[in-house]
């Protein structure tokens, strides 16, 4: 085998190995997060905080303007056809099969809340 061979496949290796071991990692630390733990401390946030986190954190993933990108749009129009507490629920509980992870291990009831009325409404009490 030539050295460069050896070199390739050597990479490849450690690369593989360290893929593997990096989605290991994250299931982890998903399966951590999701566990019920005294750890997860729920605050209500400051509606100026809860709207940055709804900037943020909804907007890395659904586009800075709400738009869409990796999840679909959060326009007012968009989600017409959902109520605040249908909202609630999958911003708390998140959508199995989906990129929307459950957010409820930080932020608690009343925050999904206000965010569902700000998505929806754009209300922000």
């Keep these: 085998m030539k050295k460069w061979h050896k070199f390739l496949l050597f990479a490849f290796l450690c690369c ?4 593997v071991d990096g ?15 005294a750890q997860n401390h729920q605050i209500n946030h400051t509606p100026d905080q809860l709207e940055q986190m ?3 954190d909804c907007g890395s993933c659904h586009g800075l303007t709400f738009k ?3 999840g679909a749009p ?6 017409r056809d959902y109520s605040v507490a249908d909202l609630t629920t999958i911003i708390l ?8 992870p459950p957010w409820q291990a ?3 009831a009343k925050d999904a809340s206000w965010m569902a009325r700000y ?3 754009g209300e922000s009490n």
């Design 74 to 79: 959060l326009l007012p129009e968009n989600l």
């Design 54 to 56: 709804v900037r943020q």
């Design 16 to 19: 593989g190995v360290t893929a």
């Design 93 to 100: 509980e998140g959508l199995p099969g989906t990129a929307m």
């Design 23 to 37: 989605v290991a990692r994250a299931q982890n630390s998903m399966n951590a997060q999701n566990a019920p733990s």
């Design 119 to 121: 998505l929806k409404n």
């Design 68 to 70: 869409g990108g990796l």
């Design 106 to 108: 930080i932020i608690s």
